[in-house]
């Protein structure tokens, strides 16, 4: 079960005691734990908040990352911790580094397949137009960029918002959220795998050194979507993340499940099946291991 930790009260002080991430708050007192060993990642949207480098010291050997939210409550920064010495990281680092392009662009493919095939299921969810059809024609490394295509055509036929803004101050804010979730649990069993997040396959940004976090979360967006309908049904015509539509698209994520071919898990879970069937088919160099979430 992942397990994240969000603080939004002002004035929260963060410490490690004991094992333990300890929160406190004044107004009213209040003491919070959760072991170290319990925690797969940080979100701290609240700026008003203290903490300390030994703090974020004990997170980085725990391998956690820390997501720092700007004024918006969407995600400004991302603290990652380095990935630990040892011969399995050394095997993966020179894994990564010596992939063959072939190799990748069969793996993107795959991706973007299982991508549009979710996002199709989600339209014929929500009784709108589906792209099944688009799914075979994408290639090796999508040339076409069939998946700019598919995305174009979902965001319009869902008809939610005028455009897909990331930072326009509507119902963009709610799929932004969902996405953070997925692509903290991503950088956590990354880490966690001694896999280096910033060697994507198809993402490469200076900007962006959870490259391989951004390549593997595409085939779960369409599942974090489904969360984010079900939380406009439950809170029509709010766009506004207070803590009510955080805590219920949290819950919503958290509940949500994922099929693969050897069985169902948890959302959050399934990332991290991906997580260690994406290091099996870098050893081995064979694109068929890589386990990804089939529509529903």
Request: positive net charge; charged residues 25%; contains cysteine.
């Amino acid at each position: 079960m992942f397990h994240l930790l969000c603080v939004a009260e002002r004035g929260a002080r963060l410490a490690v005691e004991d094992g333990r991430v300890v929160v406190r708050k004044n107004t009213p007192p209040l003491e919070s734990f959760i072991a170290l060993d319990d925690l797969d990642a940080v979100v701290i949207e609240e700026n008003a908040v203290s903490l300390t480098g030994c703090f974020l010291a004990r997170l980085a050997e725990k391998r956690i990352p820390v997501i720092l939210c700007g004024p918006s409550r969407l995600p400004a920064a991302l603290l990652d911790p380095v990935v630990a010495d040892g011969a399995d990281a050394c095997l993966m680092l020179r894994s990564q580094v010596a992939a063959p392009l072939p190799w990748k662009k069969q793996l993107w493919r795959a991706l973007v397949r299982a991508k549009i095939a979710g996002q199709s299921a989600n339209l014929l969810l929500r009784h709108k137009l589906p792209m099944a059809r688009l799914v075979p024609l994408v290639r090796s490394g999508d040339p076409d960029n069939i998946e700019g295509r598919a995305a174009a055509f979902y965001w319009s036929q869902l008809g939610i918002f005028p455009a897909r803004d990331r930072r326009a101050p509507d119902a963009n804010r709610f799929f932004n959220y969902a996405y953070m979730v997925l692509y903290s649990a991503f950088a956590r069993y990354l880490c966690a795998a001694a896999l280096h997040p910033d060697i994507g396959i198809h993402h490469h940004s200076q900007y962006n050194h959870f490259s391989l976090a951004s390549d593997l979360m595409e085939p779960f967006r369409p599942v974090a979507d489904r969360c984010v309908f079900r939380l406009l049904d439950a809170f029509p015509g709010d766009s506004e993340l207070r803590p009510e539509t955080r805590a219920a698209l949290l819950r919503f994520l958290y509940e949500s499940r994922v099929r693969f071919r050897d069985g169902d898990f948890r959302l959050l879970d399934g990332v991290n099946e991906t997580v260690h069937s994406f290091k099996r088919a870098l050893v081995r160099k064979d694109a068929s291991l890589l386990l990804l979430p089939e529509a529903a």
